[in-house]
């Protein structure tokens, strides 16, 4: 079984910064990408950014030069840098990851979500 951990949400006043964390733990053999999503009430989820193991970064259009998306390997931990935050950024932001497991399935996974709030 593989568990998605997030951290570092809150409010934030607009013009300001908050980052991410999303940490993945278990039977993991190897993971292709992870990412961000993000969800208001009454919306479908959105992607917000992709970070495959090798190329290209994806972005949202709403969010590009603004957010920055990392990820570190050896941990299995993705982030989420956000910068010039905006009140349209509020939402629950969900990590998402494409696992292989150590039993050689492959699995999508999702976190529990985190809350971030903008706004004065």
């Known amino acids: 079984q593989v568990q998605l951990v997030e951290s570092g949400g809150g409010l934030v006043q607009p013009g300001g910064s908050l980052r991410l964390s999303c940490a993945a733990s278990?039977?993991?053999?190897?993971?292709?990408?992870m990412g961000w999503y993000r969800q208001t009430p009454g919306k479908e989820r959105e992607l917000v950014a992709l970070?495959?193991?090798?190329?290209?970064?994806i972005y949202a259009d709403s969010v590009k030069g603004r957010f920055t998306i990392s990820r570190d390997n050896a941990k299995n931990t993705v982030y989420l840098q956000m910068n010039s935050l905006k009140p349209e950024d509020t939402a629950v932001y969900f990590c998402?990851?494409?696992?292989?497991?150590?039993?050689?399935?492959?699995?999508?996974?999702w976190g529990q979500g985190t809350q971030v709030t903008v706004s004065s």
């Open positions: 970070i495959p193991s090798g190329g290209n970064t």
């Open positions: 278990g039977s993991i053999f190897s993971i292709e990408h």
């Open positions: 998402n990851a494409l696992v292989i497991a150590t039993s050689r399935v492959t699995s999508v996974y």
